[in-house]
């Protein structure tokens, strides 16, 4: 699947929730491998902050990133649409401190991606696979983020809150592509009981009841009530009984945790990456949701790509008998047994180890060790692959190596392992030169690595 940007740029204008500043964003197409990006327009410089879990700054009603003393809060609702659209680089300008609130849903962010579309980008997607169960969880608050390995995304939400207006809901998302037409309508909603102490904190002076679904759940005076709307700026109401206020009826009986799910997708968002994985959020919340980002993010830093998904049952790309087509090599410098996965810039390739290998009654008898040189010698034949599958006739050309750069060995390779190469171009191929990254794993660590150059040349 390849990189996605935005077909042409869209604005959004509106009040901030907070600030109740009136606020004008725009939304624009970005060069592949940009990510999410903030722009402020407002301040000197028009500096740029990374939407990336690193760089949240806090998540008290909203999720604020921050660089230095640049900051832009309440961002979850865009970030969710343009993830659920599969936008992978967008550049949003913004004209003040916070994302304009709009109706508190995701609606026009998604109705105006609908209408300029989408754009395919010559890079392919770098998702974030989950492999093994991975979860956050707060005692304090009960507040877990529990995510499944599976084939694609989707996310089950329970919200848990102790009010006899909003108990226990529950809210499911299979397919991201329903993410516009059934969560996305979903507006954010707070209590009459906490209105007053988040206006004494300078928050919500944008609030009011077209952006927001209040929940009257505590007794209290009509007087109160009054005094509040005053507080708030908005026009009385007058209310008997315990349940809902608001200007337009539910989108739906969960309205609240389809709004906690687009929530928790947008605080996703700021992984840097689309997930593959099954999400379970219990009574989630923007702490919760931005610190299982912050895990994923240390992971992806750690190392700079995953262990590829090998599947022994899956037909290969290339068996060792196309590979013998298009490689000179032979036993035993034949170092690749098969070809896994394979886009635009990148390819997998496998190499079983066997305690038969030719090298290891010499290296060693007593502890038989792959030599790091062949380690590196079969990530260049998969490097010949990737540098052949640019050219149309691929039989008729060789690859050679030129240099390498950067190697890093990390564990030994023994009997019984299976390697897993994970080749890419780091620069387009030039005058017949590729340069190319490697990485060798073993189950999910990286044993080796480096960089090297390798030219194409047709045969004579």
Do not use: W
């Amino acid at each position: 699947m390849k990189q996605i940007t935005l077909a042409a740029p869209f604005t959004v204008s509106g009040k901030g929730l907070h600030t109740g500043k009136d606020i004008t964003a725009e939304f624009t197409p970005a060069p592949v491998n940009h990510g999410y990006k903030f722009q402020r327009t407002d301040l000197d410089g028009e500096p740029v902050v990374d939407a990336l879990a690193e760089n949240v700054q806090s998540t008290t009603r909203g999720t604020v990133i921050a660089k230095g003393d640049v900051s832009i809060s309440t961002i979850e609702h865009a970030m969710a649409a343009l993830y659920a659209a599969g936008i992978d680089n967008c550049l949003i300008k913004i004209n003040g401190p916070e994302m304009p609130i709009l109706d508190g849903s995701a609606k026009e962010f998604c109705e105006k991606i609908n209408v300029v579309g989408t754009e395919e980008q010559n890079a392919d997607k770098d998702f974030y696979i989950v492999k093994q169960k991975i979860e956050v969880r707060d005692p304090e608050t009960g507040a877990s983020i529990v995510v499944l390995p599976d084939t694609d995304f989707s996310v089950d939400v329970m919200i848990d809150f102790k009010s006899p207006v909003l108990s226990n809901q529950f809210a499911s998302l299979e397919k991201i592509e329903d993410f516009a037409s059934e969560i996305a309508a979903s507006r954010t909603f707070v209590f009459v009981r906490e209105i007053e102490p988040l206006v004494k904190n300078n928050l919500i002076k944008g609030g009011d009841l077209d952006n927001a679904v209040v929940i009257y759940d505590s007794p209290m005076e009509q007087t109160e009530l009054d005094r509040l709307a005053d507080l708030m700026g908005v026009q009385r109401k007058n209310v008997s009984e315990f349940g809902f206020i608001q200007e337009k009826p539910l989108v739906a009986d969960n309205e609240p945790a389809r709004h906690k799910l687009m929530d928790v997708m947008g605080d996703l968002a700021l992984i840097g990456r689309p997930l593959k994985g099954k999400v379970l959020a219990t009574r989630p919340g923007h702490s919760i949701n931005t610190t299982f980002a912050k895990k994923i993010r240390k992971e992806i830093k750690r190392q700079d790509v995953q262990a590829p998904v090998y599947d022994p049952n899956k037909e290969p790309i290339m068996d060792n008998n196309r590979i013998r087509e298009l490689l000179p090599h032979r036993y035993p410098m034949l170092l690749i047994d098969k070809v896994i996965e394979m886009g635009s810039n990148y390819i997998v390739g496998v190499k079983n180890i066997t305690a038969n290998e030719p090298f290891f009654p010499g290296h060693f008898p007593q502890e038989p060790v792959l030599p790091g040189v062949l380690q590196i010698e079969a990530m260049a034949q998969t490097g010949g692959l990737l540098v052949l599958s640019t050219v149309d006739e691929p039989e008729r050309y060789s690859t050679y190596f030129m240099k390498i750069d950067n190697v890093k060995f990390r564990h030994k390779v023994v009997p019984g392992d299976t390697l897993i190469f994970h080749i890419s171009f780091m620069t387009e191929l030039r005058r017949g030169c590729a340069v190319m990254k490697g990485y060798a794993f073993v189950g999910e660590k990286i044993v080796s690595e480096c960089e090297f150059m390798a030219q194409i040349i047709k045969n004579k």
